[in-house]
């Protein structure tokens, strides 16, 4: 956190309405519309910011029988994001997308939005432009950060000038989600807005890394703006806070054999960390990937005790393993659904009825619900406020060196925090067990 910064803490659902009804006097709730809504996580975020969604649209059945048993799924609407129309999306003052980021990775071998699937912004596009005079004040497009570097930078140049030409000033940040989750998940996110805000020039932001401003740089056609924000706190607790605590006889526990292939594939670096995890006279967990190193597949284990990225489960390099170790003992299993939702912020998500495999895909390709939160509360809902235009000091935003945020009164400030995880976030941003 930069000096003079005040840090930023999500806030109960709870609260977020008490400052909705505060700040929202004599106006409903926000309406937005969820593209590429997946399961659900980002319209949990958004309601935590006080925004009613009133319209999402999946493809992908699976997602949205995990999406019903969390959400009134009335106005969801299942099918190709091809088939829908400007005019089928109601009245809103917020879009969002989380468009497939498959070809704008390795995986997709990187075809970018000329692939079959992150092309699909074309369509999210398309159903803005048909919106017309109707079109929503913000949206806010949700992306790995990859996308900055697809096709040598031209994707994401083509994509900021579509949306200007649809109307809208955009805003780049960088939120990873360990600043809310022990959860290595870096994302980029646009914030699009139909006017230029106020004081929007810190483009050194810790959510800004130097490639924003550099892409500001190489294309002054654009147009760019950069909202000063408060940070979140950084420290948000280890794994020890997300784990199922599942006793040695539980069945998904890996056998003797396969923890002996699991241990002599490791490294000699590997092998030293694992031993003294074993070494440990407390039972401590980390996390490990599968590589293929020199054309051979071998474990690595993290050394933060936070999670990897989580990914959606289809091939086993893409699953995350689970070590238990401690006072000469080492367990080793695949995480669970559970842990999937509690790293993504989502600890009370109902998974009843739903696969291990259809939960671990569905959770591995959604957002971090703290993350949208925040975005959520900190920009988007100021932004369709209008508090953040030339006139936002007389609708009680507050804006200083440290960034722009409500006015609260000090009982407000004093319950600036949420749960999170089993336990939560006491008041210094650390998650207690």
């Not at 930069?2 to 609260?15: I, Q, V, Y």
């Not at 829908?84 to 497939?100: C, K, N, Q």
């Not at 070809?103 to 079959?116: F, K, N, T, V």
């Not at 809208?168 to 989600?177: F, K, M, S």
Request: glycine share 10%; proline share 5%.
């Amino acid at each position: 956190m930069r000096r003079g910064e005040r840090a930023w803490r999500p806030r109960s659902t709870a609260r977020i309405g008490a400052v909705t009804a505060r700040i929202n006097t004599g106006r409903g709730a926000p309406r937005a519309a969820e593209f590429f809504a997946g399961i659900g996580l980002v319209r949990a975020a958004l309601e935590r910011a006080g925004i009613e969604v009133v319209f999402a649209n999946d493809i992908e059945a699976s997602k949205r029988d995990m999406y019903a048993a969390n959400f009134d799924t009335s106005d969801f609407v299942l099918g190709d994001v091809r088939d829908i129309r400007g005019e089928d999306v109601p009245d809103i003052e917020l879009a969002t997308a989380s468009f497939p980021c498959v070809d704008l990775s390795l995986a997709g071998r990187r075809r970018g939005l000329a692939g079959q699937q992150s092309g699909m912004f074309w369509e999210f596009a398309r159903v803005l432009h048909e919106m017309g005079d109707r079109r929503p004040t913000a949206t806010l497009l949700e992306n790995v950060p990859s996308f900055a570097t697809s096709h040598g930078g031209e994707d994401l140049r083509a994509a900021l000038a579509q949306m200007n030409d649809l109307g809208y000033y955009c805003d780049l940040l960088v939120v990873d989600a360990r600043r809310f989750v022990p959860q290595s998940r870096a994302r980029l996110f646009i914030v699009g807005s139909k006017e230029p805000l106020q004081a929007a020039d810190d483009w050194q932001h810790g959510f800004r890394p130097k490639w924003i401003s550099q892409v500001r740089d190489r294309h002054p056609e654009l147009r760019l703006h950069a909202l000063p924000l408060r940070l979140p706190p950084v420290e948000v607790g280890s794994l020890a806070a997300v784990v199922e605590r599942l006793p040695p006889s539980d069945g998904r526990w890996w056998d003797a054999e396969r923890v002996e292939r699991f241990a002599s594939s490791l490294s000699s670096l590997q092998a030293e960390r694992l031993a003294s995890l074993r070494a440990s006279t407390a039972t401590t967990w980390a996390t490990a990937y599968r590589r293929t190193r020199a054309g051979r597949a071998v474990w690595e284990i993290r050394d933060d005790f936070i999670s990897g990225c989580l990914r959606t489960a289809r091939g086993g390099s893409s699953k995350q393993a689970l070590v238990e170790a401690g006072r000469g003992r080492v367990r080793v299993r695949w995480m669970t659904p559970r842990e999937y939702a509690r790293l993504q912020g989502a600890h009370d998500y109902n998974l009843d009825g739903t696969t291990d495999n259809q939960a671990l895909f569905g959770l591995g390709d959604a957002v971090c619900v703290p993350a949208v939160e925040w975005v959520a509360t900190q920009y988007l809902r100021p932004l369709i406020d209008g508090r953040l235009t030339a006139q936002g000091e007389e609708l009680g935003v507050e804006c200083d060196g440290g960034g722009c945020a409500p006015q609260m009164n000090e009982a407000e400030t004093r319950a600036d925090h949420i749960d999170l995880l089993p336990g939560g976030v006491d008041s210094s941003g650390r998650l207690f067990v």
